[in-house]
């Protein structure tokens, strides 16, 4: 919800920029810099949360035609929880392979059609290891490499360390 609320900090702030309300003119220079870097940084947010809103709508459609062509009852459901799960590391698709993997061995009563499970987790595979790295070095004007390796590189350390990979203020 912070990225919605920078526009309007940022209007706050010209509002307090108005020069009768400053007594030291090099103040007004700084706070309308300020003002643009508030602007600069809502712009550059903006790109990688849109691209990780339209992963997770690849990713929602894609898992429910998967789970609608195994026959998985309420696959749209499936679908939705997977967009929305998938955007969290590690714990979002362990979660739905699980889920999805019970659900499956539930309906049909076979463990052949736990096959859900490994239809999500092959979904979470394409997604953590192509398509976002590929999508985000986009949006953030970074190597897709690089970005595969920091993915790499920092999830070896966990949930924790994923949290840190880089992000587009520090790809200047």
Request: aromatic letters at 10%; charged letters at 10%; one cysteine or more.
């Amino acid at each position: 919800m912070f990225i919605e609320q920078l526009p309007e900090a940022t209007h706050a702030v010209r509002q307090i920029l108005q020069p009768q309300n400053t007594d030291h003119p090099g103040a007004v220079a700084k706070m309308q810099q300020a003002a643009q870097e508030l602007e600069k940084a809502a712009a550059d947010a903006e790109g990688p949360n849109q691209t990780r809103l339209f992963i997770s709508v690849i990713v929602g459609a894609i898992v429910w035609i998967g789970f609608w062509l195994l026959g998985l009852r309420e696959a749209g459901i499936w679908g939705l929880v997977a967009a929305v799960l998938f955007a969290v590391p590690y714990v979002g698709p362990a979660v739905v392979t699980c889920g999805a993997a019970v659900a499956g061995f539930v309906q049909f009563g076979s463990l052949s059609m736990a096959a859900a499970g490994g239809l999500s987790l092959t979904i979470a595979v394409i997604e953590g290891n192509v398509l976002t790295p590929w999508l985000m070095s986009h949006t953030s004007r970074m190597n897709a490499v690089a970005v595969f390796v920091s993915l790499l590189f920092w999830g070896g350390f966990g949930a924790s360390g994923a949290c840190c990979w880089p992000c587009p203020s520090w790809s200047r």
